[in-house]
């Protein structure tokens, strides 16, 4: 299945003058998923994350931007913050999508093998794509992982039309955008 909609909340225009409860409503009639860029600032409290679930209709998927406070690089306090995250995004239970990691180009590639690595250990499986360099790529595929934007297996895509014979994501930083992809896909499949 691909899960497609837009990276953060729409909130200019006709949605800005909407209650939030109006704004989800609208949005949950539109599209199938969203990616909470907000996860990228802050990890959500338990409570917040039980709140989004609850909200969710069947078959409505959050993706989240992994925390910025990660380093890539393996260690105690680097294994408590992921592990961290990734359980309260495995509490959004059907509810949840796929998480994107924004990799600073300045990773070490060693030690990025490494935390790869830790986070297989963790045991928390799901869908996870890295924003990558290149030459970085090549260390997720043991994991079944994608880069972002390099269709395998599966995608995750950003501001690019998917493959629409391909499971994933696909997100656009605006809603017009996201409208005519989910538009195109449609048409694709008949």
Known sequence: MLYLGTSGWPSGGEWSGLSPRQRRRRYFGLFNSIELVQTHRRVPDWDVVGRWRAYAPAGFVYS????????YRPGGEERR???RFLRRHKRLG????????VVPDRADPVAFAEWLAMLAELELPGDYAFEVKEELSGLLEPYGWV???????????LDR???????GYA????LSAALRHQH?????RG
């Open 171 to 174: 997100y656009y930083g605006s």
């Open 184 to 188: 195109e896909v449609a048409s694709e």
């Open 64 to 71: 989240w931007v992994a925390p910025r406070y990660l380093t």
């Open 147 to 157: 880069a972002v934007n390099r269709p395998a297996a599966w995608q995750y895509v």
């Open 161 to 167: 039309p998917p493959l629409p014979d391909l499971p």
């Open 94 to 101: 059907r509810a949840r999508g796929g998480v994107r990691f």
């Open 81 to 83: 913050g992921l592990r």
